[in-house]
């Protein structure tokens, strides 16, 4: 590949007005580099769908039902059996029973925060958030230590970017991509092509006329801040190099009956774009409906059975049959969750409210074994009964599924170490 | 003659104390009475010590067999403040006689002393502590009392503070709102009694164990006997544990509810201290004053946090250690109270020769005075180029034109900056861009504002244009009635629903002052109560919204009898101002006036403050109290006198805000150069130089916009309405978000203004330069057209983007490029993106 396109370019840059040469242009170029793949995936380099029910969906209106219990507990809807014996969800999610036999059912999740942005920063770090230390979310640990496969940026958030969804302490160069909604018509993501009247000699003579101009100011900057814009415009000529990327983004190839399949809504065209982006290489998707969504304190049972439960049930359902038909459940993990559960009673607003000490997650793919349960609650699903895991465990266990040592210590700026997981252990049984 | 051995002995503890190594032999020389240099310095410019202090100078220990630890301070010629208490020499002294005939001249001593600053009393009367380091001596006077207690144990007294020193009722843990694992302690254990509770009654009483007391929850878990999600927090043969058990063996008692309480913390040293070796320590002293009168060192008793842990580091003891040169809060916590000690860290040598820089006024006194004190030297003065460049962007949000620059560059008079300061005020962009950043303050967006937006905005924008004095606008914001499409200020009140909303936002907008807190429960970090949360609250219980004439139109008016009622007692609370009286209203009268008549007051430091701290963040990049919404005692400014003094200089020039702006725009420190020198690389709260930022969202939408000559074209509005003429966040721009505009979802609104690919694939592929920089109407074209000459074309765009001519050699590399280039078009464009591209371009420096 000719970098520069331009041989004149070179010869300008050798005569070295700016101190810095080519050489150091080319070690800069490195730095951004990509880490390439090779043949078939290694079982470490999985790839993560995090579905994320922002709010904190009710675990006794999903899959953690209590029909025994009285009505201002078990609220107002039914069980229904699923495609594996003795396992029931809500009623209102027929094709999720359907695909039972696929996803692990964690009953026994306890967390220790119940106010929404702390929480969220605990299910997505690890941690608890600190006036002193912004923690590195999941997304943003996994981008850094695996970094960039096929040249795709490897932590996509569809539609957006949240809070705690950063990358903290690691710093803004392992943040996000943002996706958009792909559920507009004619979805493409922003600023992926160049103009027409540019071609890649002019965005390389672009390049080298910047970083020359550049040098004289370099000096000023005593944060380091430079460099973290210069590794994004590396990125950024990467992606839109990137062929791999253009037809990762694009949706709209995707066959009607495939789109309609997974459900016309943002989480359902959400959850085909992040099949779509692991496909292509991405490591870890975030797919959520917006901010807070879930956040049902009023009027819980209308907008679950009329909103909430058919767009989800749609969209993972069609998630975990179409990763398990292209043979990509065993490399792909795929998480659902929020950041906490809901009360057991149902409170006069005919809404529930925040609950941490007893809440359910869903795990599939990435070798967890399907069709089963882990850990109960009381009759109330108000407290766990039998093994109790904790935020730590879960995200112990995330990071194990990728081949990330989870003991491992970062630094902080201030030369804090704080471990990947806080003590946490791998939740062994899902995956015997 | 000293032995070889205690001179080393001596020396070694020196250079622990932070006398650097050259500075042993001269105090030897004093102790020893050897000839010494007459200067306060040695030949290595190291200080000598020239006089000792006891803290506390007065002691007063309450009962007997009770402990108090003092700490000597040293005075060193260089005039900094040092912890020499593991040097000094301690002895009991008979009290200092009140006459010549006193009593107690034989009574036997009341105190015996440690070797390490440690008082312990043996009997009531009175005592003085006498301290000898080196030649010099000082004297604490010491009063034993009788502790007035009946009582042996006391819960609130002597319990409670065990679960604030290992972080038990912190928010994280059992003080969350919910408590955790069905344990619930009160954050940071405001409310003993309740706590008490919660430890011996609640849970069945199965947290105590009365008849086996090594087996009580309350202990098993904390040692991690037995699982604990907080995982072990002390072990058995701690202070704590021992402490817990023994009042477990006794029946675990309460003693008398409702007393004594913890009401104060005093911490000593009072004063800002200097750590000037790696070796270095400084021991603080806590004392906590009850609601009995008593005085008990707790010390060991209390919970510390150091607000920057790169600098120093603090000991679960109080001791603190030095990290790296720079400055450091420790904030000391214990049952609802709490104080806050200063160290600065200085590692660094000595600067020879430290320059003197030239002054303007009294914020370079203050600021320059400081940074000796440090050893830091201040940056150059900027260019005129940086200048002109900076007070644009920073005053008016803008860039300077390339005539604007020319001309600037060009005026030799030497009074040329200030005139420019005065000018920019007249431009209309001044009153644009602080409405804009007082939008974001006020939360100026449809979310809250319905379609006062832009109303309100205008209205903001007058009190800058005509500079409105401070205080008026915001007694007119505060007590305001009418429509919201007519009485403009009254959207001040829709951003708020509730009284409690219209405190929280008050007091963090006008006073700098976060009260969130204290909406649910007594400040954790500062000395606002609950109870001054509600009493705020009902100024606000009488405003009340109905639809107003027009479309969406709200309307603001007054029910008088309506008062504000407790959350949970449901009693009507009486309005009560911050840390003030309770206020008595005229029947019917509208108690906003009141309220905000008292906020405004001249006497009102927190107001003048924190209104200077803000202007002075725009313009520094960092409030003098940081974060600029958090003025508390326990995050003192980094510099006191220097925000006292602009205070007050805002006060005495009837809240003017452009004679504050003036002030500081005029001042060296101002005008320092981003570019720094090896002893202020690492400064970042000192303002020893310019603290380069990106520009905003707006400022850079705006620049492109001016450097191209082509506008951007908003949703609604007309082309050429600028970034930062738009009323609100809502209005549609996919640049501005993506460079971090003000979501205006909360009074804090800090910028984060962080790196991302959205922003470089935006400058490199996206329409903002690219589709400008082709435009018919771009200075490119214009120029090309007046048959102007390469050279030209580059100077221009050097000009308008940074503001600044080129150097030859970037003269010479735009033309080479230019030239080799497809088309002279092309080559001017892609020279034109490159500039724009550029950290020199993006930033202000």
């Given at each position: 590949?000719?970098?520069?396109?331009?041989?004149?370019?070179?010869?300008?840059?050798?005569?070295?007005f700016f101190g810095l040469?080519?050489?150091?242009?080319?070690?800069?170029?490195?730095?951004?580099?990509?880490?390439?793949?090779?043949?078939?995936?290694?079982?470490?380099?999985?790839?993560?769908?995090?579905?994320?029910?922002?709010?904190?969906?009710?675990?006794?209106?999903?899959?953690?039902?209590?029909?025994?219990?009285?009505?201002?507990?078990?609220?107002?809807?039914?069980?229904?059996?699923?495609?594996?014996?003795?396992?029931?969800?809500?009623?209102?999610?027929?094709?999720?029973?359907?695909?039972?036999?696929?996803?692990?059912?964690?009953?026994?999740?306890?967390?220790?925060?119940?106010?929404?942005?702390?929480?969220?920063?605990?299910?997505?770090?690890?941690?608890?958030?600190?006036?002193?230390?912004?923690?590195?979310?999941?997304?943003?640990?996994?981008?850094?230590?695996?970094?960039?496969?096929?040249?795709?940026?490897?932590?996509?958030?569809?539609?957006?970017?949240?809070?705690?969804?950063?990358?903290?302490?690691?710093?803004?160069?392992?943040?996000?991509?943002?996706?958009?909604?792909?559920?507009?018509?004619?979805?493409?993501?922003?600023?992926?092509?160049?103009?027409?009247?540019?071609?890649?000699?002019?965005?390389?003579?672009?390049?080298?006329?910047?970083?020359?101009i550049d040098q004289y100011f370099r000096e000023i900057d005593t944060r380091n801040e430079f460099r973290?814009?210069?590794?994004?415009?590396?990125?950024?000529?990467?992606?839109?190099?990137?062929?791999?990327?253009?037809?990762?983004?694009?949706?709209?190839?995707?066959?009607?009956?495939?789109?309609?399949?997974?459900?016309?809504?943002?989480?359902?065209?959400?959850?085909?774009?992040?099949?779509?982006?692991?496909?292509?290489?991405?490591?870890?998707?975030?797919?959520?409906?917006?901010?807070?969504?879930?956040?049902?304190?009023?009027?819980?049972?209308?907008?679950?059975?009329?909103?909430?439960?058919?767009?989800?049930?749609?969209?993972?359902?069609?998630?975990?049959?179409?990763?398990?038909?292209?043979?990509?459940?065993?490399?792909?993990?795929?998480?659902?969750?929020?950041?906490?559960?809901?009360?057991?009673?149902?409170?006069?607003?005919?809404?529930?409210?925040?609950?941490?000490?007893?809440?359910?997650?869903?795990?599939?793919?990435?070798?967890?074994?399907?069709?089963?349960?882990?850990?109960?609650?009381?009759?109330?699903?108000?407290?766990?009964?039998?093994?109790?895991?904790?935020?730590?465990?879960?995200?112990?266990?995330?990071?194990?599924?990728?081949?990330?040592?989870?003991?491992?210590?970062?630094?902080?700026?201030?030369?804090?170490?704080?471990?990947?997981?806080?003590?946490?252990?791998?939740?062994?049984?899902?995956?015997? | 003659?000293?032995?070889?051995?205690?001179?080393?002995?001596?020396?070694?503890?020196?250079?622990?104390?932070?006398?650097?190594?050259?500075?042993?032999?001269?105090?030897?020389?004093?102790?020893?009475?050897?000839?010494?240099?007459?200067?306060?310095?040695?030949?290595?410019g190291?200080?000598?010590?020239?006089?000792?202090?006891?803290?506390?100078?007065?002691?007063?220990?309450?009962?007997?067999?009770?402990?108090?630890?003092?700490?000597?301070?040293?005075?060193?010629?260089d005039?900094?403040?040092?912890?020499?208490?593991?040097?000094?020499?301690?002895?009991?002294?008979?009290?200092?006689?009140?006459?010549?005939?006193?009593?107690?001249?034989?009574?036997?001593?009341?105190?015996?002393?440690?070797?390490?600053?440690?008082?312990?009393?043996?009997?009531?009367?009175?005592?003085?502590?006498?301290?000898?380091?080196?030649?010099?001596?000082?004297?604490?006077?010491?009063?034993?009392?009788?502790?007035?207690?009946?009582?042996?144990?006391?819960?609130?007294?002597?319990?409670?503070?065990?679960?604030?020193?290992?972080?038990?009722?912190?928010?994280?843990?059992?003080?969350?709102?919910?408590?955790?694992?069905?344990?619930?302690?009160?954050?940071?254990?405001?409310?003993?009694?309740?706590?008490?509770?919660?430890?011996?009654?609640?849970?069945?009483?199965?947290?105590?164990?009365?008849?086996?007391?090594?087996?009580?929850?309350?202990?098993?878990?904390?040692?991690?006997?037995?699982?604990?999600?907080?995982?072990?927090?002390?072990?058995?043969?701690?202070?704590?544990?021992?402490?817990?058990?023994?009042?477990?063996?006794?029946?675990?008692?309460?003693?008398?509810?409702?007393?004594?309480?913890?009401?104060?913390?005093?911490?000593?040293?009072?004063?800002?201290?200097?750590?000037?070796?790696?070796?270095?320590?400084?021991?603080?002293?806590?004392?906590?004053?009850?609601?009995?009168?008593?005085?008990?060192?707790?010390?060991?008793?209390?919970?510390?946090?150091?607000?920057?842990?790169?600098?120093?580091?603090?000991?679960?003891?109080?001791?603190?250690?030095?990290?790296r040169s720079g400055e450091?809060?420790?904030?000391?916590?214990?049952?609802?109270?709490?104080?806050?000690?200063?160290?600065a860290v200085v590692l660094r040598p000595a600067v020879e020769n430290y320059p003197r820089t030239p002054r303007n006024s009294y914020i370079d006194d203050l600021v320059f005075r400081k940074l000796e004190k440090l050893q830091i030297i201040p940056s150059d003065l900027c260019t005129d180029n940086e200048f002109i460049r900076r007070v644009y962007l920073d005053l008016i949000?803008?860039l300077p034109?390339?005539?604007e620059v020319q001309r600037f560059l060009n005026d030799r008079s030497p009074a040329k900056r200030s005139r420019l300061i005065d000018a920019l005020?007249?431009?209309?962009?001044?009153?644009?861009?602080?409405?804009?950043?007082?939008?974001?303050?006020?939360?100026?967006?449809?979310?809250?504002?319905?379609?006062?937006?832009?109303?309100?905005?205008?209205?903001?924008?007058?009190?800058?244009?005509?500079?409105?004095?401070?205080?008026?606008?915001?007694?007119?914001?505060?007590?305001?009635?009418?429509?919201?499409?007519?009485?403009?200020?009254?959207?001040?009140?829709?951003?708020?629903?509730?009284?409690?909303?219209?405190?929280?936002?008050?007091?963090?907008?006008?006073?700098?002052?976060?009260?969130?807190?204290?909406?649910?429960?007594?400040?954790?970090?500062?000395?606002?109560?609950?109870?001054?949360?509600?009493?705020?609250?009902?100024?606000?219980?009488?405003?009340?919204?109905?639809?107003?004439?027009?479309?969406?139109?709200?309307?603001?008016?007054?029910?008088?009898?309506?008062?504000?009622?407790?959350?949970?007692?449901?009693?009507?609370?009486?309005?009560?101002?911050?840390?003030?009286?309770?206020?008595?209203?005229?029947?019917?009268?509208?108690?906003?006036?009141?309220?905000?008549?008292?906020?405004?007051?001249?006497?009102?430091?927190?107001?003048?403050?924190?209104?200077?701290?803000?202007i002075w963040r725009e313009f520094m990049g960092r409030g003098i109290?940081d974060?600029?919404?958090?003025?508390?005692?326990?995050?003192?400014?980094s510099n006191?006198a220097l925000?006292?003094r602009l205070?007050?200089?805002?006060?005495?020039?009837?809240?003017?805000?452009?004679?504050?702006m003036k002030r500081i725009l005029n001042s060296r420190t101002y005008q320092l150069s981003s570019k720094t020198n090896d002893t202020n690389r690492d400064d970042s709260s000192g303002y020893s130089h310019y603290t380069m930022r990106r520009l905003?969202?707006?400022q850079?939408?705006?620049?492109?916009?001016?450097?191209?000559?082509?506008?951007?074209?908003?949703?609604?509005?007309?082309?050429?309405?600028?970034?930062?003429?738009?009323?609100?966040?809502?209005?549609?721009?996919?640049?501005?978000?993506?460079?971090?505009?003000?979501?205006?979802?909360?009074?804090?609104?800090?910028?984060?203004?962080?790196?991302?690919?959205?922003?470089?694939?935006?400058?490199?592929?996206?329409?903002?330069?690219?589709?400008?920089?082709?435009?018919?109407?771009?200075?490119?074209?214009?120029?090309?057209?007046?048959?102007?000459?390469?050279?030209?074309?580059?100077?221009?765009?050097y000009l308008?983007a940074l503001g600044r001519r080129p150097r030859v050699q970037e003269m010479?590399?735009?033309?080479?490029?230019?030239?080799?280039?497809?088309?002279?078009?092309?080559?001017?464009?892609?020279?034109?993106?490159?500039?724009?591209?550029s950290k020199e371009f993006l930033y202000n420096h």
């Amino acid at each position: 590949m000719d970098l520069f396109g331009r041989r004149d370019f070179i010869k300008i840059g050798s005569l070295g007005f700016f101190g810095l040469g080519l050489n150091e242009f080319f070690a800069l170029k490195a730095l951004a580099a990509d880490t390439p793949v090779h043949g078939k995936p290694l079982e470490t380099d999985r790839s993560i769908i995090l579905v994320w029910l922002s709010g904190g969906p009710p675990q006794t209106d999903t899959f953690d039902m209590k029909p025994d219990a009285p009505k201002e507990v078990r609220g107002l809807f039914k069980p229904i059996a699923t495609n594996v014996a003795g396992i029931q969800i809500c009623e209102h999610l027929p094709r999720t029973a359907q695909v039972a036999d696929k996803f692990a059912i964690i009953r026994s999740m306890t967390s220790r925060e119940a106010n929404h942005e702390r929480a969220i920063n605990y299910l997505l770090t690890g941690y608890l958030p600190l006036q002193t230390i912004e923690f590195p979310s999941m997304g943003s640990v996994i981008a850094k230590e695996k970094g960039p496969r096929n040249g795709l940026p490897p932590y996509v958030a569809v539609p957006n970017t949240f809070p705690s969804y950063g990358p903290g302490f690691l710093g803004g160069a392992y943040g996000p991509f943002i996706a958009g909604d792909p559920n507009v018509t004619g979805y493409r993501v922003r600023d992926l092509n160049l103009p027409t009247d540019i071609d890649w000699n002019r965005v390389n003579n672009r390049r080298w006329l910047l970083n020359q101009i550049d040098q004289y100011f370099r000096e000023i900057d005593t944060r380091n801040e430079f460099r973290t814009v210069d590794t994004f415009y590396e990125k950024a000529y990467d992606l839109m190099r990137s062929s791999v990327a253009k037809k990762a983004f694009d949706i709209e190839s995707e066959p009607e009956g495939v789109r309609s399949r997974y459900g016309r809504t943002p989480v359902g065209q959400g959850c085909l774009l992040a099949r779509r982006l692991v496909e292509a290489g991405v490591r870890f998707v975030t797919v959520s409906k917006g901010w807070l969504n879930w956040d049902t304190h009023g009027n819980n049972f209308n907008t679950l059975e009329k909103l909430l439960l058919p767009e989800l049930d749609m969209a993972y359902s069609a998630l975990l049959e179409d990763l398990h038909q292209r043979g990509m459940l065993e490399s792909t993990l795929v998480v659902m969750m929020g950041e906490f559960g809901r009360t057991p009673q149902v409170n006069a607003e005919a809404g529930r409210d925040h609950w941490s000490k007893a809440f359910s997650i869903v795990m599939a793919g990435g070798g967890v074994t399907g069709g089963q349960v882990l850990g109960a609650t009381d009759g109330k699903a108000a407290e766990v009964v039998s093994d109790p895991y904790q935020v730590e465990d879960l995200v112990a266990t995330i990071y194990s599924r990728v081949g990330i040592d989870f003991t491992q210590e970062y630094l902080t700026p201030i030369g804090r170490p704080v471990k990947l997981s806080n003590g946490g252990k791998v939740i062994a049984k899902l995956f015997g | 003659m000293p032995s070889n051995a205690k001179i080393l002995r001596v020396r070694n503890l020196l250079r622990r104390v932070g006398t650097a190594a050259g500075t042993v032999l001269p105090l030897v020389c004093f102790l020893y009475g050897a000839a010494a240099p007459k200067t306060g310095h040695d030949a290595k410019g190291d200080a000598f010590l020239e006089e000792i202090s006891i803290e506390p100078a007065s002691i007063v220990i309450s009962g007997i067999g009770e402990s108090q630890t003092v700490i000597v301070t040293g005075r060193f010629a260089d005039g900094s403040l040092r912890d020499v208490t593991r040097l000094a020499e301690f002895s009991v002294a008979p009290p200092a006689p009140v006459s010549s005939h006193s009593l107690t001249l034989h009574a036997p001593l009341a105190i015996e002393i440690g070797k390490s600053g440690v008082i312990t009393s043996k009997s009531l009367g009175l005592a003085q502590v006498k301290v000898v380091v080196s030649n010099q001596t000082a004297f604490a006077s010491v009063s034993v009392k009788d502790s007035g207690r009946t009582e042996k144990l006391n819960f609130a007294a002597d319990i409670a503070p065990v679960f604030s020193r290992v972080g038990c009722n912190s928010s994280n843990c059992h003080g969350a709102l919910n408590g955790q694992g069905g344990f619930k302690l009160s954050l940071f254990g405001y409310d003993p009694d309740a706590d008490y509770r919660a430890i011996v009654k609640d849970g069945n009483g199965r947290r105590v164990d009365l008849k086996f007391p090594e087996e009580s929850l309350i202990l098993m878990k904390p040692t991690f006997t037995i699982r604990h999600g907080g995982g072990q927090l002390f072990s058995e043969d701690s202070l704590e544990y021992r402490a817990l058990l023994n009042w477990i063996s006794a029946g675990a008692p309460q003693g008398k509810p409702g007393g004594p309480r913890l009401e104060q913390i005093l911490v000593y040293p009072r004063d800002q201290r200097f750590l000037t070796t790696a070796e270095a320590r400084q021991q603080l002293v806590v004392i906590g004053k009850y609601t009995d009168g008593r005085e008990v060192d707790i010390t060991r008793q209390v919970r510390y946090h150091s607000s920057d842990e790169t600098v120093a580091v603090v000991s679960p003891n109080g001791l603190v250690s030095p990290r790296r040169s720079g400055e450091a809060n420790i904030m000391i916590r214990s049952l609802g109270a709490v104080g806050v000690a200063q160290v600065a860290v200085v590692l660094r040598p000595a600067v020879e020769n430290y320059p003197r820089t030239p002054r303007n006024s009294y914020i370079d006194d203050l600021v320059f005075r400081k940074l000796e004190k440090l050893q830091i030297i201040p940056s150059d003065l900027c260019t005129d180029n940086e200048f002109i460049r900076r007070v644009y962007l920073d005053l008016i949000g803008t860039l300077p034109t390339a005539p604007e620059v020319q001309r600037f560059l060009n005026d030799r008079s030497p009074a040329k900056r200030s005139r420019l300061i005065d000018a920019l005020f007249r431009r209309p962009e001044y009153a644009d861009f602080w409405s804009l950043k007082w939008g974001d303050l006020l939360t100026n967006s449809p979310q809250f504002l319905y379609n006062g937006t832009a109303y309100f905005q205008a209205w903001l924008r007058e009190a800058f244009a005509t500079n409105r004095p401070y205080d008026v606008t915001v007694r007119q914001l505060l007590a305001s009635s009418g429509g919201t499409y007519q009485a403009l200020p009254t959207n001040f009140y829709a951003a708020g629903k509730k009284p409690e909303d219209m405190v929280t936002f008050t007091s963090q907008a006008f006073l700098g002052v976060s009260l969130e807190c204290a909406r649910c429960h007594d400040h954790p970090n500062e000395r606002w109560k609950r109870d001054d949360f509600l009493g705020m609250a009902a100024f606000f219980s009488q405003v009340k919204f109905k639809n107003g004439v027009r479309n969406n139109e709200r309307f603001l008016y007054i029910d008088p009898d309506k008062e504000f009622q407790h959350p949970q007692t449901k009693q009507i609370v009486p309005a009560k101002l911050l840390g003030g009286p309770q206020v008595f209203f005229w029947p019917q009268e509208d108690r906003r006036a009141r309220l905000a008549a008292w906020l405004t007051s001249p006497s009102n430091l927190y107001f003048a403050r924190a209104a200077v701290n803000r202007i002075w963040r725009e313009f520094m990049g960092r409030g003098i109290v940081d974060p600029v919404d958090d003025l508390r005692f326990t995050n003192p400014p980094s510099n006191p006198a220097l925000l006292d003094r602009l205070a007050r200089d805002f006060v005495e020039h009837g809240f003017d805000l452009q004679h504050l702006m003036k002030r500081i725009l005029n001042s060296r420190t101002y005008q320092l150069s981003s570019k720094t020198n090896d002893t202020n690389r690492d400064d970042s709260s000192g303002y020893s130089h310019y603290t380069m930022r990106r520009l905003t969202a707006e400022q850079l939408a705006d620049a492109i916009a001016q450097v191209t000559a082509v506008p951007e074209k908003y949703p609604f509005f007309y082309p050429g309405k600028r970034a930062i003429q738009l009323p609100d966040p809502i209005v549609d721009s996919y640049f501005l978000t993506i460079f971090d505009r003000a979501t205006r979802e909360n009074a804090t609104c800090t910028r984060k203004q962080t790196a991302s690919l959205a922003q470089s694939l935006n400058l490199v592929s996206g329409e903002m330069i690219n589709a400008k920089l082709r435009n018919q109407g771009s200075p490119l074209v214009r120029l090309i057209g007046q048959a102007r000459s390469d050279r030209d074309i580059v100077r221009y765009f050097y000009l308008a983007a940074l503001g600044r001519r080129p150097r030859v050699q970037e003269m010479e590399l735009a033309i080479q490029a230019i030239a080799k280039s497809n088309s002279r078009r092309e080559g001017l464009e892609d020279f034109a993106w490159a500039l724009l591209n550029s950290k020199e371009f993006l930033y202000n420096h």
